[in-house]
């Protein structure tokens, strides 16, 4: 969602009709995850991807149609299609693509949820009878709601949407309608940006900030030593915070969206923002250091209390094994690991 805001966002503000596509189902080898969109209006403008490049025409030949008639599509698009190779998805992957008119309200909940930073989950009936298809509802995480699915089915799709809220991961699913009949529904999961909070204002950090930014993390510097965790280096931050790092991460609240990387190489500052990170919902904790130094750094955590299966989680020696040797490519080397990590988690 978080790609198609800004263009979205314009496109109302000069009055224009919208349609939205959401890959709602993948099989094999296809080429975006479930909750991928793509948005379009009438006159061929375009924003996001379903495909990356696959099957966005044919999606923008039925999203036009969905505008003119009012009444959402499901589009299937793969191999066992004859269309299959036309529209590019020869590869192997299929894709299930939902295509409907932008509801505004419901929007308006989604875009507080995205640039509010919170947590929540956007349900849609995306087959079923056509007084059902393309209703919607909105779970936020303090469990209000705003919309309904109607004939009964809140109750059952907000049980789903929770679990799915849980899970952090956006899917289908099918209720049951008081005939009998079911109903198939996506639920798409809006989770809070990524965050990449690293431990230790060293050269390392500059760079590792930088990939962090480019690819959409909100980015947080952490550094007691006013010489190293400076404006002047971290320009670029999102936050730069000059406290100790247990005092920092306890004000930082670290989430499921959360990834540490503590780069100070010095237990006095890393050892006790360690107690805090790794029993957090982090889904990513490393720190820099060679087997020694990790091997040593976990005999004086478990000795403070921590279980196995929390230090366990810690990624040391920091990073994907690359052969890196200049901070850029240390920096680079920890990002994929980070980037690995969130992606398993989700998966």
């Known amino acids: 969602m978080r790609e198609v805001l800004s263009d979205i966002d ?26 991928a969109k793509m948005a379009l209006t009438l006159d061929g403008e375009i924003s996001g991807s379903v495909s990356g490049g696959c099957v966005e025409g044919a999606v923008f030949e039925s999203g ?10 499901l589009l299937s698009f793969g191999v066992a299609d004859e269309t299959a190779w036309e529209v590019g998805l020869a590869c192997g992957g299929s894709i299930r693509v939902f295509v409907k008119p932008l509801d505004s309200a419901l929007y308006d ?7 509010g930073d919170r947590l929540a ?20 995480e303090d469990g209000s709601l ?28 099918t209720l049951s309608r008081s005939d009998g009949d079911p109903l198939e529904i996506f639920v798409d ?25 480019a690819l959409g993390y909100r980015t947080v510097v952490v550094d007691p030593r006013r ?28 989430n499921r969206s959360t990834a540490v990387a503590m780069l100070t190489h010095d237990p006095k500052l890393d050892d006790p923002a360690l107690k805090i990170a790794l029993p957090s919902p982090a889904f990513y904790v490393g720190a820099l250091g060679s087997k020694k130094t990790q ?32 901070p850029e490519e240390i920096a680079l080397a920890v990002m994929a690991q980070i980037v690995a990590a969130r992606n398993a988690a989700a998966s």
């Open 295 to 326: 091997d040593a750094r976990r005999e004086r955590l478990l000795g403070a209390g921590l279980t196995e299966a929390q230090v366990d989680r810690l990624h040391g020696p920091i990073g994907l094994d690359i052969g890196a040797k200049t």
């Open 64 to 73: 036009t149609q969905v505008l003119k008639t009012g009444r959402p599509q």
């Open 189 to 213: 999961v809006l989770l809070p940006s990524p965050t990449l909070v690293a431990v230790g204002g060293v050269h390392i950090a500059i760079a590792l900030a930088s990939i962090a930014k």
């Open 146 to 173: 705003v919309g309904s699915l109607g004939a009964g089915l809140d109750e059952a799709a907000i049980a789903t949407a929770r679990s799915a809220m849980e899970a952090g991961q956006s899917q289908p699913a």
């Open 121 to 140: 989950a956007v349900v849609t009936v995306v087959k079923g009878p056509d007084e059902a298809l393309g209703r919607e509802l909105v779970l936020r």
């Open 109 to 115: 909940e989604a875009h507080k949820a995205v640039t």
């Open 227 to 254: 010489a190293f965790g400076s404006e002047t280096r971290f320009p670029h931050v999102d936050q730069l915070i000059q406290e100790w790092p247990d005092d920092a991460l306890a004000h930082i609240g670290l």
């Open 10 to 35: 314009r496109w109302q503000a000069q009055g224009k009709s919208i349609a939205l596509a959401t890959v709602v189902q993948t099989w094999g080898s296809a080429p975006r995850g479930a909750g």
